[in-house]
């Protein structure tokens, strides 16, 4: 259960006691942003599927499912409903890539309307009908208890969310018949009646205790299949949650939680109890990033140094979960996307165990560090006609000594567009500060003077319809922490997604010369923000944030959705940023001392102009609304300022020196 009074940390991940002084808050979404743009998809496909089919569908065994598939809904091969969350995020080191989540948010990615503090049913992960009255390979015959029927799956609380707890839960459930009929007046027969049967559940525990009473981050569950009641043309099984999230005392912390993940679903006739392994080869956890620092840098900065921007190895993590060895070979390939640059790296051929009996690959020998912690083999492309650029990148590993061939791949792009980010650009929970006037502090480093444009931030949207405002800040560097104030433009209004984690894009006023290292952020004023934050990277010593007027570092493992964009310009495209045309605007005298007057401002229909002068460096020195083109400047500093003028809809700009 997620309350707003508490700190939510990931127990296990974030095993630490907080400062006294912690303000720093994460909190569950309140809804999830792609399920609720791909909803009507989704019911156009299910309605696509009923229309070619003549009658109800049927599965036949056997049944099986590892979702590892395009993130969104559960495959509608396969089930019937939408309320699950298929993805890559959650899960905390699954058996393979990609989990079906179940939480408290709806197939619209909305929290439910029952949704409260007192645990209440939640998703639902329904099978299609299955046909259990009969088998039809290799030859048709009839089904029964004595066919030795299991379902198994594996399970794991919260993962890379939040906690289900105690009085939450996850359970399976068998649609059985109950020995009654009723007469179908469509149909004149009669048809058998049947009732849900929960079979096994499991109690909310954070997955740090899972951990300890398991020792493994996903168990494995077999639950056979010997009631006879079991055995028809129909047969559908369910997975369900109970879950319970803040109430309704403070409505922008009511949000998601109470997260289960499901994996590798198996139904099939002639297994048993020790029938715990599956043929396959897998990858799991997080793509991985080729870059030292950060997830994405712009192309001009990796240019200058592009050997200390790598890393000089990345980990894989890669599972056999046969129960027999296999002889594994592991490869990447990078490959320019809209260019010609191509390199391979071959990792060879090496013995790979069970997962049940050693885990992931280690590197723990030559042969298993060249495949689990494989070098990065190139430098990027150095193309000086490009502005950015981006690379795919494919992993592959197979077996081609058995028949059929295992394999599996894991594809991830790298990207040098124009901002730094340390996020893979989904939020997994929400970071928030507590108190008005709290700042909030990024860092990042550029290796070469570059221009800040704007900087974009993906908030989470919240139960709450007030507006929310922040003051838009850019820092120096103080030792290691946020120092002087360079930049701080006010009022800026709190846009939340209206796209697929879209990110939404706040211009400076003026463009910022940086160097060295800098911090992008925002002091929030009378609300508490809520930012996106992704769980599956690691920028926690990037974060810094406010307390009684002190900046400390943040205590969560992870990654804020922020980015600061750099460059000569910005990225065309983007939609919140709105083209303005400046006109050049005419000072004088030029050097001046005293006053300085601008020429072709017209103030004879009583208008007025909002006036902002900056310094070299691009901080705000002077801010007025004035209804005259005569500006004292005498308290400036001696230097070159630019002067931005923004008039009804007409925007000026003009360098002016100061002189003593």
């Not at 990792?347 to 495949?371: D, H, I, K």
């Not at 061939?405 to 990207?415: I, N």
Request: charged share 20%; net charge neutral; with cysteine.
């Amino acid at each position: 259960m997620i309350r707003y009074i508490k700190i939510l940390f990931f127990v296990g991940l974030l095993s630490l006691i907080l400062p006294a002084h912690a303000q720093e808050y994460l909190s569950g979404l309140s809804t999830n942003a792609l399920l609720a743009k791909r909803i009507k998809q989704y019911d156009q496909k299910q309605h696509l599927k009923q229309q070619d089919q003549s009658g109800p569908i049927f599965l036949t065994l056997p049944f099986f499912d590892d979702f590892n598939q395009k993130p969104g809904f559960p495959a509608v091969e396969r089930w019937q409903d939408a309320s699950a969350f298929v993805n890559n995020g959650f899960g905390y080191f699954p058996p393979n890539q990609g989990v079906a989540t179940m939480d408290a948010l709806d197939s619209a990615g909305m929290l439910y309307p029952s949704a409260g503090s007192v645990p209440f049913r939640a998703d639902e992960l329904v099978s299609l009908p299955i046909r259990l009255d009969s088998v039809f390979v290799p030859t048709a015959r009839r089904l029964g208890p004595g066919d030795s029927l299991y379902i198994s799956f594996y399970y794991q609380p919260q993962g890379y969310g939040n906690a289900p707890e105690g009085a939450d839960s996850l359970a399976l459930a068998f649609r059985v018949l109950t020995g009654d009929s009723i007469f179908s007046v469509t149909d004149s027969v009669w048809k058998p009646q049947t009732t849900w049967k929960t079979v096994w559940h499991a109690a909310g525990m954070s997955l740090s205790d899972f951990q300890k009473k398991w020792g493994k981050n996903f168990v494995q569950v077999m639950i056979p299949l010997r009631d006879s009641t079991c055995f028809y043309k129909g047969f559908q099984f369910r997975f369900y949650n109970y879950a319970s999230i803040a109430n309704d005392v403070n409505p922008s912390w009511k949000a998601n939680g109470d997260e289960w993940n499901i994996d590798y679903v198996y139904l099939n006739s002639g297994r048993s109890a020790g029938d715990t392994t599956h043929r396959a080869l897998a990858f799991s956890g997080e793509r991985p990033v080729f870059l030292k620092h950060y997830t994405s840098m712009p192309y001009r900065q990796y240019r200058v140094d592009p050997t200390n921007s790598l890393r000089p190895e990345f980990h894989v993590y890669m599972a056999n979960l046969d129960g027999v060895a296999h002889q594994v070979h592991y490869a990447y390939a990078v490959k320019q996307r809209n260019g010609d640059f191509y390199y391979d790296y071959d990792g060879g051929t090496c013995n790979l165990e069970p997962f049940y009996q050693v885990g992931f690959r280690g590197c723990n020998s030559t042969c298993s560090a060249a495949q689990a912690c494989p070098p990065v083999n190139s430098l990027f492309s150095l193309d000086y006609n490009r502005d950015t650029t981006s690379y795919r990148i494919v992993h592959v590993i197979s077996d081609s000594t058995v028949s059929p061939a295992l394999v599996d791949s894991m594809v991830s792009v790298q990207k040098f567009y124009n901002y730094f980010s340390y996020d893979d650009g989904t939020p997994e929970l929400g970071y928030s500060v507590a108190g008005a006037g709290s700042s909030v502090a990024y860092q990042f480093k550029v290796i070469v003077p570059d221009t800040l444009r704007s900087v974009q931030i993906y908030f989470n949207a919240d139960a709450s319809d007030e507006a929310k405002y922040f003051n838009l800040m850019v820092w120096r560097d103080n030792n290691g922490k946020p120092g002087e104030v360079i930049v701080e433009q006010d009022d800026q209004v709190v846009k939340t997604d209206d796209g697929i984690y879209k990110f939404h894009n706040y211009v400076l006023d003026t463009a910022l010369v940086i160097s060295g290292t800098f911090y992008v952020g925002y002091q929030q004023q009378n609300q508490n923000l809520n930012v996106g934050f992704d769980a599956n990277h690691d920028a926690r010593d990037k974060i810094f944030y406010t307390a009684e007027d002190q900046w400390y570092s943040s205590a969560f493992h992870g990654a804020l959705l922020m980015r600061p964009v750099l460059g000569s310009s910005l990225i065309l495209g983007l939609s919140d940023v709105k083209s303005k045309v400046v006109k050049p605007l005419q000072v004088f005298p030029n050097p001046g001392t005293g006053l300085i007057t601008f020429a072709g401002l017209d103030f004879s229909k009583g208008q007025q102009a909002e006036v902002y002068v900056y310094n070299l460096y691009g901080a705000r020195v002077y801010h007025q609304l004035t209804s005259q083109n005569k500006l004292d400047v005498r308290y400036l500093r001696p230097g070159f300022y630019v002067a931005k003028v923004k008039m009804g809809m007409r925007y000026f700009s003009a360098k002016f020196l100061i002189r003593k």
